[in-house]
Structure formats: C-alpha cells, structure tokens
C-alpha cells in the first residue's frame, strides 16, 4: 500500500511538472510565437499594432501576467480546452488531437508488446543456449537492428517493400478514398496501412530487450539454485524456463522507462515517414506550420501517455516483485 | 611515468583482446579518420554546386549528385565530422552532468540524493525525443551547437542512476572511510577516490550517450528541424528525402547516410559490448 501511494504520489508530481513545463517553456524560451503568427497571419508588410492585438485575442494569445497566464492555463487544462489550432483554425486543439490519439495509441501499444514479447523470448532462448550459433547470431543482428535509425529502417522498408515490391501501400494510415468509420473494409485497409510502420518499429526495438533479458539471465543462471536444478538433473527445458526466464523477467521491466521513451520518439520519425496520420505525424506538421498550440498539446499529450505507462509498469512490478514494494523507488 | 602510460594502454589492450572490441575500435577509428582526412579524401568540396542535378551513381559521382548538384560522396566523407562531433561533445557533456548528479547524490544521503533522485527519474520518464523538437522548435537559432546543448539537456538521466547505484555499493568500501576519517573533503573523496574506480562504466555510459546524441541530432536534422545549410548525414537524409530521391531512383544518396549512421552506432556498441564483458565476462557469447 505504501509502495502504490509513493508510485502514484510521484505520477502526479510528474504529471504537475510535465504540464508546468509545458507552460514554461514557450515563456522562457526566446524568440516572440504569438508575432510571428501574427506576422504569418496577416502577411508581410508593416502591422498594425491593433491588428495584433485584434488577432491575438482571435487566437486566444496570453495576456496578462505569468501567474494570471498560469492560473487561466491551469483552469483550462483541467476542462479539456487546449486553444485554437493555427493551422486548422477555427478548430479547437483538442478535435484535431483526438483524430490523431487512436492511431498513435493502436500503433505504439501493439509494437511496444509485440518488442517486449519478441524481445525477451529471443534474449532468454539466446541466453540458455548461450555460444551457440543461435546467440551468437541473434546477439549480432540485434547489435545492427538496434543501431539502425529509425527513420532510416522506415525508408529503406518504404522503398523496397512499398515502392520496388508494391506490397505495402507507401504512405497514410487507410486508403485515402475511404472515410473513417467502423466498417471491417476500413478496419482492414488501416491494418493493411500498418503493417510497415509496426514492422519498422518492431525491428528496431526489440534489440534492446533482448540484450537486457541475455544480460539477466546469465546472470540468474549462475546462481546456486539454478546449480542446484541441473545437480538434480531437471530437464534443461524447465531449468531455462522456470527457474532462469521466470527469474530475469521482472529486472527486465526495469528498462521500460528507457525502451517507452526510445519507442516514442522513433514513433514520431517512423508516423513521418510513412505520412501515418498519428500524434507523431501531427507534431512534425505543427512544428513545420509554427502552430504552437497544437504542437504544446501534442507534446503534453505524449508525455502524460508516457508518464501514465510507466506508472502501470511500476505498478506491475511491485505486485510481481514484493521486494521492491519494501525498497521503494528501484535503487 | 611508465605507469600512466600502462593505466592509459592496459584498457585499451584488454579491449583489443575481444573481437567485438576490436571490431568497433577499427569502425570508429576509420570514421574518426575519415573526419580528419576529410579535405583530403573527398573527391569535390562538399558544398560546390558545378555539377548535374540528381545524377545517378557513375564513375565521376560514385553516389550521384543532390538537387542542387552537390556530390554526395563529398557531403557523405564531410558529413563525419558532425556526427563525430556532435556524438563526443554531447556524449562528453552527458556523461560529465550524470557524473555529477549520480555520484553526489549517490555519496551524499539524504535529502539531497532524494532531491537529486527526484529530478533524475523525472528527467528519465519525461520522453527525450519529443521534448528536444519542442526545445528546438521554440529556439529560434539553429545549428548544431543547439543540437548538443538540446541533447545534453534531455540525456543524462540513465547514466546518473547507473552511476548511483555503483556509487551506493562502493561508498561503504573500507578505503572510502579511511578517507573520511583521513578529513578529506566530500569533492576529493568521490571524485578523486571513488570515480577512477568506475572508469568501465563511465566509459560505457559517455558512449551509451554518445550513440544516442548521434541518433538524436540525425532524426531532429532528419525532420528539418536542424539547420538544413550544415553538412550532415542528417540534412543529407532531409534533403534526399525532401527531392524524393527514392522515387527518382536515387538510391545511393539515401541509402549511403543511413548505412554511415548504423555502421557507427554499430561500432559503438561493440566497443560497450566489449567493455562489458571485460567487467562481466560471464556475459561472452
């Protein structure tokens, strides 16, 4: 109980840090956003000093001081209203994120298991047969996999699955002659659109919990009980599988905050690439179109997604693991 | 004298002795080159624009030239040396912060290592990549220096929690306390007693690092979000990308930055793999 009451005190810590960063830095941070859209709105030329002020209270620009700014951003946050978008004005943040959301959220959900999955049956297969061919093999490919850039791996998979084979279609999340509802030709044309996304990132991520699940399990492989098993002539089967993978799995968990964080930002290069209509894609357009708003929306978006996954990570790992509801925070 | 010579080489020679080690020095160690010698080696000046637009490979343009006529070799060979650059310097200022923040907060208990564990693991779940493109959207400069400043910022957090938990089990060693008791202040203590001791994995953390920042500053260039006028494996991709080179057949000039990219991180990570097993050998495949 302690365990969960710090966990979650330290979610709402960092959800209060996240959104209070988010207002920051646009406010420290150089430069003057809300003229340059001015400026984009009403074009080139000299402006108008009441035209600016006409536009800012149009887009909703702060006024008024940083402590006032912060108490209105708070009160607005907590009703859902995140602003006007620049580039789809006159619609509200919010709308143009919720369209995004699902696609991310069905996207990264699948590959972050499927990563996990795969990575950490590889990892234990290479570790209780460690110096085969197979571990050596298998460490060797995730060495480049996991190096490989993401954005990268999406443009080569992009240019010969899609562009020099035609098996995959090249770009957007759905057949961009349909409208999206829930009719199975839909579901499986976004599907179909996923495939080489989901494939990209599944290819660069999973080297990571293959190293962290080998490097564990050698390690558990090595400790007296497990001699213990093999002097009692257990099947090697059993002894890798409820003794050394059962063992490794949970210190495995530990590096989902690190492996969360590299999957999301290869999301957005690889939702790039491969114009997928999701938060990634969405974010990259807002910045390219200096719409500050959206773009501050998507960011807070992504780290709360982040936050509330590592949270339930946390959660899982306590409950699996007692000792470390006794220990505290993971030294 | 003799001995810093052997404390400098006897790592080095260790390294050398594992294949994945030497493997990855050789990787490295031909970028690095290849970096230095770059005025020398590359056939034309990486920003000249005399030639064809868009040529395929051929025997004057080994990998065809850009949409503005540029050599891509050119670019490919020169364009080392930002990666090179950005992957030490912000590898360097990574690892130098997480040195800081672990050790001290890992020798110092209470409540400055909750503090600085507080930061530490909100710095680690806040997502890196996301908040680096928010930072260099609102920076209205662009290059490379920001890049590293941006990346040095957003990074440091695995490598000081690494270090901490190292710090915790070393500080309770017996020469730790003769130091205290010798009044040796808190400064030489960590940093002059107990850091030498952990050289493997600060080595391997600034070049955990250091593949990341060299990943990082491709895929912001890669979005555009760098300055797009520097010569770069990542403003290489951005422009290809950009003049959809794919689609026009031009596939050296995409192909070549990224396979760059990979080949270095991969020498990298053999060079940690092998610092990895010098501190833990049972872990040799």
Redo the contacts between chains.
């Keep these: 109980m302690r365990y969960l009451i710090k966990r979650l005190a ?1 979610l709402a ?2 959800l209060w ?2 959104v209070t ?1 988010n207002f920051l ?2 406010r420290l ?3 003057n ?1 809300a003229q340059i859209m001015v400026q984009k709105l009403v074009g080139e030329g000299p402006v108008n000093p009441q035209l600016v002020r006409a536009v800012g209270i149009m887009l909703g620009l702060p006024r008024g001081t940083l402590w006032h700014q912060y108490v209105l951003y708070m009160h607005n946050l907590l009703h859902g209203n995140f602003g006007v978008s620049y580039t789809y004005f006159p619609y509200p943040v919010m709308s143009v994120v919720a369209q995004a959301l699902p696609w991310t959220l069905i996207l990264l959900g699948t590959t972050t298991i499927i990563t996990f999955i795969l990575g950490t049956s590889l990892g234990a297969l ?1 570790a209780s047969r ?2 085969t061919w197979f ?2 093999t298998a ?1 060797i490919t995730a ?2 996999t ?7 791996t999406a ?2 998979a ?2 010969i699955l899609g ?1 020099v084979l035609h098996w995959f279609p090249q770009s957007g999340g759905y057949n961009a002659a349909m409208m999206p509802q829930w009719s199975s030709a839909f579901v499986i044309s976004a599907v179909y659109h996923s495939i080489l996304p989901a494939l990209v990132i599944v290819l660069t991520g999973t080297g990571g919990w293959l190293f962290g699940m ?2 564990n399990m ?2 558990v492989l ?1 400790e007296d009980y497990v001699r213990l098993a093999t002097a009692k002539g257990l099947p090697r089967r059993e002894i890798a599988l409820a003794y050394g993978a059962r063992n490794a799995i949970l210190p495995n968990l530990t590096g989902f ?2 492996s ?2 590299t999957l ?3 999301s ?2 690889v939702e ?2 491969f114009s997928y209509p999701g938060m990634g894609y969405l ?2 357009n807002a ?2 179109n ?1 719409d ?1 708003p959206l ?2 929306t ?2 807070l978006f ?2 709360i997604g ?2 509330v996954a ?1 949270f339930i990570a946390d959660i899982l790992y306590g409950v699996l693991d007692p000792r470390t509801r006794r220990g505290g ?1 993971s ?1 | 004298m003799k001995t810093v010579i052997d404390s400098v080489l006897s790592p080095i020679g260790l390294l050398w002795s594992n294949w994945r080690a030497r493997l990855g020095m050789v990787i490295v160690g031909g970028f690095i080159l290849i970096a230095i010698l770059a005025p020398w080696i590359a056939p034309y000046s990486p920003t000249s624009q005399a030639f064809g637009r868009m040529l395929p490979p051929s025997s004057a343009h080994l990998l065809g030239t850009t949409q503005l006529g540029q050599d891509v070799l050119s670019q490919l060979i020169w364009g080392s040396r930002t990666s090179l650059l950005v992957g030490a310097a912000a590898g360097g200022l990574v690892t130098f912060i997480a040195i800081v923040i672990g050790l001290l907060s890992g020798f110092l208990q209470g409540w400055i290592d909750d503090a600085l564990m507080l930061l530490t693991n909100v710095a680690l779940v806040i997502p890196g990549f996301p908040l680096m493109i928010v930072l260099s959207a609102y920076i209205p400069v662009h290059g490379v220096g920001v890049i590293i400043v941006v990346l040095s910022v957003t990074g440091w957090a695995w490598g000081a929690r690494v270090l901490r938990s190292q710090m915790i089990s070393l500080r309770s060693r017996d020469y730790v306390a003769s130091a205290e008791f010798s009044g040796e202040s808190v400064l030489r203590i960590v940093f002059r007693e107990i850091l030498p001791n952990m050289t493997s994995l600060i080595a391997a953390s600034f070049m955990g690092a250091a593949m990341g920042a060299i990943l990082g500053e491709a895929g912001l260039e890669f979005l555009g979000f760098g300055n797009p006028q520097v010569v770069s494996w990542g403003t290489m991709l951005y422009w290809a990308e950009n003049s959809s080179a794919l689609i026009s057949g031009q596939w050296a000039w995409i192909f070549a930055p990224g396979l760059a990219l990979a080949l270095l991180g991969v020498g990298i990570a053999f060079i940690n793999f092998g610092v990895d097993i010098i501190s833990n050998p049972k872990l040799e495949a």
Excluded: E
């Design positions: 330290f810590f960092t840090l996240a960063l830095i646009p941070m150089p430069g956003p290479a460690r110096g571990d050596t460490t060495n480049f996991a190096t490989f850039p993401f954005f990268w443009l080569m992009l240019y562009f080998r490097n050698i390690h090595g905050a690190m969360l964080g999301v930002g290869g957005i290069l790039t690439v974010l990259f910045v390219g200096s500050y773009m501050q998507i960011f992504i780290t982040t936050l590592n925070v030294a």
